[in-house]
Structure formats: C-alpha cells, structure tokens
T-cell receptor, first 113, second 115 residues
Framework: SQKIEQNSEALNIQEGKTATLTCNYTNYSPAYLQWYRQDPGRGPVFLLLIRENEKEKRKERLKVTFDTTLKQSLFHITASQPADSATYLCALPLWSGNTPLVFGKGTRLSVIA | EAQVTQNPRYLITVTGKKLTVTCSQNMNHEYMSWYRQDPGLGLRQIYYSMNVEVTDKGDVPEGYKVSRKEKRNFPLILESPSPNQTSLYFC??????????????FGAGSRLTVL
C-alpha cells in the first residue's frame, strides 16, 4: 500500500515570500494527487488536483508540481499572506484502481506578518 | 448549499455508552467515508461506502460500525466507546470513488471525548 511523507511538520515563513511544501510517496506511482487545506478544528477543504500526466497545475497564487521520477509533489504558495496559515495535506490513492485516499500527516504553515 | 452535515459537533460521553454520530450529504454523492484525526497520526480512514448497503473497512475499523441504508446518510456507531476512541471525527463524501476527477467534501467535524 501507499505511504506518504510530508517532510515538515511545521513551516514558518515571512509574509510575501513563497512557501514550498513537500509530499513524498514511497510505493507505486499514483494516477493523481490531491492537496487539501485544513484550518484548526475544521474539516479539510480541497484545493488542487494534479494527474500523473501533468507536470504542473496552477490556481491563483497556488501551484502544484508532480514528479513521478522523484515520487514527489511540491505545493507552492506565492506572495504568502497571514490568511494562508493553516495545515496542508496531500492525499493519494491507496493503490491503483478504485480505492480510498490515504492522507499525509500534513504540514502546518505559519505566515508571519 | 452543497454540504456534509455531521452531528453532534461536540460530545462527551462515558465508557460503554453507545453513541451514534450522524452524517448527511445533500450532493447525491455515491461515496461516503469516515475518518478520525489524532495528533501525530493524521487522518485515518475508519469505514467507507461506495453505495447503499455497500460498506468496507478502512485502516482503523475496530470498535466502530456503520450503515448505509440511504444514499444521503452514513452514520458512525460506537457500540461500546472506550477512551482510546477520543478523537476528532470527519465524515466526507464524493461523487464516486476519489479519483483524478472526484474530490472529497468534508463535514465540519465531531469532537468526541470518552471518559
């Protein structure tokens, strides 16, 4: 089955800088990868999805990359703002085919004004 | 508004007293799932359901039951709660199996404390 590592539990960054969060997986290469945002005590909210044949996906100040050779996805927030402070989770399918998602433990991002 | 609704949001109970956490979605989603979230362990799946009367175990099903008698509802049942089931619980749904086309919509969470 799939194992996911989000290599930073917490990341502090200054307002205006670009935050880069990492998601590594260990086993088979998934057909897609999803990123979610979670605020304290609330449910995760979907942000972006990237498929295996896509190198990069963008949505406003967010960018996701997917490198199947490195078995890694990077999640970037450009021009970060204090409102971006939250925990960010990556999620992959447990195995190929119809399968539940497995989530990483998340990276808690703090953007300091 | 499209949403997943969980109740109760907060509950304190005692060991052994059966409880049910309800989950309802208004998006006509086929797939529904329960997760628990604990510090340091992240989100772990308890049970999921692809359709009415079809349920499957996730990573941590012990001590829980579910049922899917109607498409919109997916209650989580703790027959005899124990303190190690103290956690933050989330219900989620998606149109079909999570995929390159389907993403999860989560409820607001239910914080359960078992004394």
């Amino acid at each position: 089955s799939q194992k996911i590592e989000q290599n930073s539990e917490a990341l502090n960054i200054q307002e205006g800088k670009t935050a880069t969060l990492t998601c590594n997986y260990t086993n088979y290469s998934p057909a897609y990868l999803q990123w979610y945002r979670q605020d304290p005590g609330r449910g995760p909210v979907f942000l972006l999805l990237i498929r295996e044949n896509e190198k990069e996906k963008r949505k406003e100040r967010l960018k996701v990359t997917f490198d199947t050779t490195l078995k890694q996805s990077l999640f970037h927030i450009t021009a970060s703002q204090p409102a971006d402070s939250a925990t960010y989770l990556c999620a992959l399918p447990l195995w190929s085919g119809n399968t539940p998602l497995v989530f990483g433990k998340g990276t808690r991002l703090s953007v300091i004004a | 508004e499209a949403q997943v609704t969980q109740n109760p949001r907060y509950l304190i109970t005692v060991t052994g007293k059966k409880l049910t956490v309800t989950c309802s979605q208004n998006m006509n989603h086929e797939y529904m799932s329960w997760y628990r979230q604990d510090p340091g362990l992240g989100l772990r799946q308890i049970y999921y359901s692809m359709n009415v009367e079809v349920t499957d175990k996730g990573d941590v099903p012990e001590g829980y039951k579910v049922s899917r008698k109607e498409k919109r509802n997916f209650p989580l049942i703790l027959e005899s709660p124990s303190p190690n089931q103290t956690s933050l619980y989330f219900c989620a749904s998606s149109l079909g199996y999570p995929s390159g086309a389907n993403v999860l919509t989560f409820g607001a969470g239910s914080r359960l404390t078992v004394l």
